[in-house]
């Protein structure tokens, strides 16, 4: 990856929902505000200051760039493009997410 440039791995489980009464969501269906994704930070670029490999990060899924690698599908985005990250190396004494 070049400069503040991220990729991350497509979450397929991310498509369908489902209802807090068990209603399916398919990933078609169209909500009123947009949702935001977790998913998992596969490689990063050498200016990429707040995200490492392993973290999780929350992204918009309507401002990404997918590529196909060995038949598996990633999202390349830049760094500012990140809404939120989660990460185990902040340990125990903090929440661990951070804007």
């Known amino acids: 990856m070049l400069h503040d440039r991220l990729l991350v791995e497509v979450d397929v489980e991310a498509?369908?929902?489902?209802?807090?009464g068990g209603i399916v969501i398919p990933a078609t269906a169209a909500m009123g505000a947009r949702r935001l994704n977790w998913s998992k930070?596969?490689?990063?670029g050498p200016n990429a200051r707040?995200?490492?490999?392993?973290?999780?990060?929350l992204f918009d899924p309507e401002d990404k760039a997918e590529?196909?690698?060995?038949g598996e599908v990633y999202v390349v985005m830049r760094e500012r493009d990140v809404h939120a990250v989660a990460a185990d190396r902040l340990g125990s004494a903090s929440t661990g997410l951070y804007l």
């Open 67 to 70: 590529v196909e690698v060995h």
């Open 15 to 20: 498509g369908e929902r489902r209802s807090s």
């Open 50 to 57: 707040a995200v490492e490999v392993g973290d999780r990060v």
């Open 41 to 44: 930070v596969v490689a990063v």
